[in-house]
């Protein structure tokens, strides 16, 4: 009896503590279901008053009457800093967008930006039926499993419908930014285009060292050999010991990483690690192009003779640059901020050192190459069940009108807000730390990536450098903001950006990709390695080709063609 | 003994023990609750796991996420790698501790015992992403600390510790023991405190000297506890620590050092594959358990002895 009442009461407790725990989910569920109820029945509520002007939100002064909430989501990493108290949910930029725009934004959940907290919040959000926000900003690569869950909208369309003539002009800059989502040809996501340009490398040269062993800036590869060899043997730092290297460079993963070794294969007529045109016009995977051989054997050298750090393989860019603002290394390869970061602290660690960006050196055939990085990382989703796209809209289209390219005496002149990113001391604009209370960028509280229209950045830098008298605002704060070597750089930039070749493939994984991509990266890397360090033979890249293309690698390139002629590509 | 009277005994212990029992409820329930329901997820292993679509609506794929796992070229060398990986670590793992407990044991100085124990300790706390950097730097074949000592003691050339696949290796087992041993001695050094004193002074009185009662007394007496140890180390055998390798291992040593959890990374879960990632879960789980149950049933037979 005593056993059969001790089974009920243990019955009893589960029972309860799963009414318990269910209780707690419905009320999870009923928090929920108040903050979706939030954005409807503003919207709701708008739209009853819209009914009467037709499908449209009413407006008065261009501006939301009353007002319509605009749901998000968002990760808020460490860059994203406040003041005077502010949060994401409440602060410079939210005010603005009410009092300006008549936009209320509603965040349903932030999370931080490390350990994947955002992609798992929203991956667990979505396995729970949890109502999506109205926009959604994810990174290209994530957007195309969103996009075929059928839960967004032909984003496209609005943007034809609602986009303004700037944002307009902007994105037709960059047409092929909408390739990878494409789907039916209806473009699903919106990029969140960036400047272009602004990942092209130049060649970093410490120039003191240069001055001292009597040398000219390399222009061509045997040159380049020239140079690296005085770097590395005739000490060039002058402490009577062969401790300097001559160029710095990342084999580890990533060729064309931030500071890169991409430009020495693109001198010998072949990218690696992305996909570009052979000299047949076909779309082809740069790494398994015979030019690439003569590259390897090259690098492989350079590792011998010690103009390479021994551990090239081993280092990410971090660790490469350490050699370079050490003091240790003269070359290097990368885009026109490196100079700014992190190139720049050599000054600091070795008194004297200057550091001066030169073109890209040509190889033996006068042939001058690097990878693009695009036009965008990120693109906007829009809801299906948002009813009102146009207030998204209305927001993006106001940026891209006023403060992309900010007019004299309008309202971003200067910056976003006073106090944040800019101050007025007496009748002085001041910025950075000149700024009380310290610098804040209002531009991180943006709905996504701020407006950029894709030439505008490095083209401008271009000019100024080229003695282009500043006159716009946006022109005025680069010059006062940007070093005299980055603009240097970008002169360059502009000036080779015809031999920077852009991925062709942009799309989404292909079904043979999914299961065997992985395994050709590993393949061509290994196989690389080995080269480099003479493990084995430089025809083995031969072997290596054959394998590739054995192991799936035909069928990608087929697949990745065939992608590429559906888009529109020649 | 016959069966009412082993009836009679445990209705007895019903009686009398209850309240025990039920306090024993709220861990059944919550071992329930985040220990079994969630094993209802395993489906998702073969499944084309949608988010949006839940584990209700995914499709069925059948065994592709497992063929994915096995079909590789290279999954074969993969687990291989992790096995070697791993043993090496569970064997140098117990020895390691076990013999500086032994010797610390011997450490009549307490300060000093307690220092050297905080000591070893210590680097269990740091975290791989920081040991990684600390240790490429010191590993390197140029101006690296380590090199440097060998090349000045033994005048060898300098050794590629991250570049050479069986030095990679030994530099993972290696810097795992030494980040890690100082957990087990603690262990190891509480089994030492637990022997019964009357033990060693019964083996002095029959002339045993040090040596003699460390083999005949203390050895014996830690063995079940290394038994233990070995058992639930062998359990996550394919676990041959993703931290670690991934902030140490490059392309020169794919060949010897790549593991199941950063082949998985790359092919995975960078991707948010996450029925494949299920399938592989399972999958080690699976070989988890059949090595903990092979190892008590053979720690049972061989050496008598019951874990649990």
Known sequence: MKRKALWMSAASALTLAMLVSGCSGGGGNNGNDGQSSGPSGGTAAASSGASAAGDELPQTDGKFSPEATLTTVRAVGDDVKFKNGETIEDNVF????????????????????????????????????????????????????????????????????????????????????????????????????????????????????????????????????????????????????????????????????????????????????????????????????????????????????????????????????????????????????????????????????????????????????????????????????????????????????????????????????????????????????????????????????????????????????????????????????????????????????????????????????????????????????????????????????????????????????????????? | MNRTTQAVRSRWNWTRNWQLHVMMIPAVILIFVFAYLPMGGIVMAFQDFKPWLGIGGSPWVGWDNFDKLFGQQDSVQVLWNTVVISVMKIVAGLIAPFVFALLLNEVRKMAFKRFVQTLVYLPHFLSWVILGGILIDMLSVDGGIVNRLLTGALGIRPIFFLGDGNWFRATVVVSHVWKEFGFGTIVFLATLAGINPSLYEAAVVDGANRWKQTLHITVPAMMPITIVLATLALGGILNAGFDQIFNLYNSMVYEKGDIVDTFVYRTALIQGNMGFGTAVGLFKSFIGMFLIVASYRMAYVWGNYRIF
């Not at chain 1, 036009?375 to 809209?393: Q, R, S």
């Not at chain 1, 209305?394 to 944040?420: C, S, T």
């Not at chain 1, 716009?472 to 360059?492: D, F, G, W």
């Not at chain 1, 430089?538 to 690698?553: C, E, I, P, R």
Request: no cysteine; aromatic share 12%; proline share 6%.
């Open chain 1, 94 to 570: 939210t005010r603005w967008a009410k009092e300006r725009l008549g936009i209320d934004i509603k965040y349903l959940w932030t999370t931080p930006s490390t350990n994947d907290a955002f992609k798992t919040k929203l991956t667990l959000s979505m396995s729970a039926n949890e109502p999506l926000p109205d926009i959604l900003e994810v990174s290209g690569a994530d957007a195309h499993a969103l996009i075929d869950s059928g839960k967004f909208q032909d984003a496209g369309a609005l943007f034809d419908k609602y986009a303004s003539d700037s944002y307009k002009k902007a994105m037709d800059e960059v047409p092929s930014a909408w390739m990878p989502y494409v789907r039916d040809g209806k473009r699903m996501a919106i990029p969140g285009i960036d400047y272009i340009m602004q990942h092209d490398d130049v060649m970093w040269i410490r120039q003191d060292w240069l001055d001292k062993l009597n040398l000219k800036a390399p222009t061509t590869i045997a040159e380049l050999e020239q140079v690296m060899d005085a770097f590395v043997n005739r000490d060039p730092d002058g402490n009577g010991k062969k401790d300097t290297y001559g160029m710095i460079s990342t084999l580890k993963e990533n060729y064309n990483a931030w500071i890169g070794t991409g430009e020495i294969f693109g001198a010998f007529g072949a990218v690696p690690q992305i996909w570009e045109k052979d000299d047949n016009g076909d779309v082809v995977y740069g790494s398994v192009r015979p030019e690439i051989k003569t590259a390897l054997g090259k690098l492989k050298e350079w590792i011998d003779k010690g103009y390479l750090h021994k551990e090239v393989a081993l280092q990410d860019e971090m660790k490469a640059s350490e050699l370079f603002t050490s003091g240790k290394a003269g070359i290097a390869f990368g885009p026109t901020w490196l100079y700014d970061w992190p190139l720049q602290d050599v000054v600091k660690n070795v008194p004297g050192s200057v550091v001066k960006p030169y073109p890209l050196p040509a190889g033996p055939d006068g042939k001058i190459g690097q990878a693009s990085e695009g036009t965008h990382n990120l693109v906007m989703l829009i809801n299906k069940d948002m009813k009102h796209p146009e207030i998204y809209f209305k927001y993006i289209n106001y940026l891209y009108d006023h403060y992309n390219d900010p007019e004299a005496g309008g309202e971003f002149e200067y910056g976003f807000a006073k106090g944040y990113d800019y101050d007025i001391i007496g009748d002085k604009p001041v910025f950075g730390a000149d700024i009380p209370g310290g610098y804040i960028d209002p531009a991180k509280y943006f709905l996504g990536i701020p407006p950029r229209t894709p030439s505008i950045f490095i083209k401008t830098l271009a000019d100024i450098n080229e003695g282009k008298e500043p006159v716009t605002p946006y022109e005025k704060k680069l010059a006062q903001a940007s070093t005299k070597q980055q603009m240097a750089a970008a002169s360059i930039v502009v000036s080779q950006h015809q031999f920077t070749l852009d991925n062709l493939y942009t799309g989404a994984q292909t079904e043979t990709m999914k299961d065997k991509w992985q395994n050709l990266k590993k393949m061509e890397i290994t196989a690389f390695t080995k080269i480099l360090y003479g493990n084995a033979g430089l025809d083995s890249f031969d072997d290596f080709v054959k394998n590739w293309y054995a192991a799936g690698g035909e069928k990608i390139t087929q697949e990745v063609r065939d992608w590429y002629a559906s888009v529109g590509g020649q």
